[in-house]
Each structure stands twice: as C-alpha cells, then as structure tokens.
C-alpha cells in the first residue's frame, strides 16, 4: 500500500487502484494553482475605451491562464468573449478583447484587454487563476 493523501469519492475505498475512484489522490499529478486575485478585483474602464490588466507571476514560462468576468450586473463569462444581443446586452456592451496581442500569457505577465463600448464608465469585476505548471 503507499502512502499519502487521499480522497475517494461516496462509495469508493482508498485502497482503489482506479484514478476515477478519487476526488484526489496525491499520487497522481494535478494542476497547481499558482495565483489568483482578492475577491472583489476590479477595473475601472472609461465610456468607449479600453483598459488592459497586467498581472506579473515572473514563472519563467507562459503559464495557462482562467479568466472570468463579470461585464455587465449579472452577466459573468469566462475567458474571451463578445456578449452580443442575443445575451440579453444592448447596443453597446463591454467586453475582453480576443485579440493574442492584446490578451495572454507570456513568461512574465499574465495580460487581458476590456474594451467598454457603452457611453458611461463601466467598473468590470474579474478573477483569474494562473496554473503554476507548464501542463506538460
């Protein structure tokens, strides 16, 4: 038997050789998450402008990143994304840009672009997870 921690799912024993059997298991790799915001991160984006977040981790390597935000009361989504009307916006509308020069990760810094539309500033929540592994 080896040693370590584990965690089975309702009905399942720990002394399983199945990986499926676990919630986790310290002998199996698992993504390390290597930094996440303060609830209640935000960034204030003038009428018809946009702001770009720069979030420095310094891992050496372009690390995979999770980002969620909350761009219009009620309306969270996650990574990049365009709401359009059929989300239920108007016209105009906040959003992360999807261009790969304006939102990634790089060795140093982990940057996202929200672009605001509307004719008034929009205060846009966010958070995120940096991944402080490669994946491979």
């Known amino acids: 038997m080896t040693y370590g921690i584990k965690v089975a799912k309702t009905g399942k024993s ?3 050789t ?3 059997d676990f919630i986790f298991n310290s ?3 698992t993504i390390k998450i290597y930094d996440e915001p303060a609830v209640g991160s ?5 009428a018809g402008s946009s702001t770009t977040v720069t979030i420095t981790h310094n891992l050496g390597f372009a690390p995979m990143c999770w980002l969620f935000t909350e761009l219009a009361t009620g309306h969270y989504y996650c990574g ?3 709401p359009s009307k059929a989300d239920g916006f108007p016209s105009g509308y906040a959003y992360v840009g999807p261009n790969s020069a304006e939102t990634y990760s790089d060795t140093t810094y982990f940057k996202f672009k929200i672009y605001n539309t509307t004719g008034a500033t929009k205060t846009v929540k966010y958070f995120y997870f940096i991944f402080g592994d490669d994946g491979l």
């Open 14 to 16: 720990v002394t399983s």
């Open 18 to 20: 199945n990986p499926d």
């Open 27 to 29: 002998e199996y790799e």
């Open 42 to 46: 935000s960034v204030s984006v003038g």
């Open 80 to 82: 990049v994304c365009l």
